[in-house]
């Protein structure tokens, strides 16, 4: 009973303290190909490099489409409210990042409805402040985006490559897990065989041994009593004489 409670112990302590733990924050690359017609995912991320420091963040958007050589403010996110800023994406962007804080970190925004028009060069600019006890601090942080509008989609090198290797992987380890399972069936039917052998030995020699030693009641002929009487001086009367088996040993008895 006392080791259940101890066990009980670390689980209580998870539960009560699991509203510590906080998500990590990684900085992954945007896909760079959307398909004509479909949905895409924009994604943009900025993590703070002290996770424990108050913050809170704004973040823009500005796309510069293929030929031009200006970039066009399209879409503005801050105090949990997005806005539209160009006509050419009006009811096309919606936000995709961090959502029911002003400590943003994943400032994604999802495309609906590409068209060929949207490809193009995009930014992401981050506008961050830090607040410590004593003073604020701002940084900032951009990222750029070169996006492809393709009319249907292609597989890239490496999905080929991870899908090839994956099937390898599964096959190789079937075929060692088979290796394995013959090996060692055999091992364990070499070693049943010879603990059969060495049983079969043992009791072979046990039952020649008891065969040699437990023959049961034999009878002394009077030549060999009157020898053992000559010799011993224990016998002296030798018609009186029997032999009575005990266990694998036999006792002479001498009826006075």
Known sequence: MSALKL???????????????????????????????????????????????????????????????????????????????????????????????????????????????????????????????NYEHRTNATKFINLNVVGKATRGMASILSEIMMYVSIIGLQLWLVVEMVYCYRKIAAAGEEALRESEAEYLAITSESKDNCAGPKKVSSRKLDALSITNGLLRHPHQLSVKPQGRCFDLCVQL
């Open 7 to 133: 066990l009980w112990v670390p689980v209580l302590l998870c539960l009560t303290h699991a509203w510590l733990c906080h998500g990590a924050c990684v900085e992954v690359d945007s896909d760079t190909e959307a398909v004509s017609g479909h949905g895409f995912k924009m994604g943009c991320i900025s993590c703070k490099m002290r996770g424990e420091v108050p913050a809170s963040a704004t973040v823009d958007w500005w796309f510069m489409a293929k030929g031009e050589s200006e970039f066009s403010h399209i879409y503005s996110y801050a105090e949990m409210t997005g806005y539209i800023m160009d006509d050419r994406f009006d009811e096309r962007l919606a936000w995709n990042g961090s959502k029911k804080t002003e400590d943003v970190q994943d400032g994604s925004i999802y495309i609906l409805n590409v068209t060929f028009n949207d490809t193009g060069t995009y930014r992401c600019f981050f506008d961050r402040l830090l607040v410590f006890t």
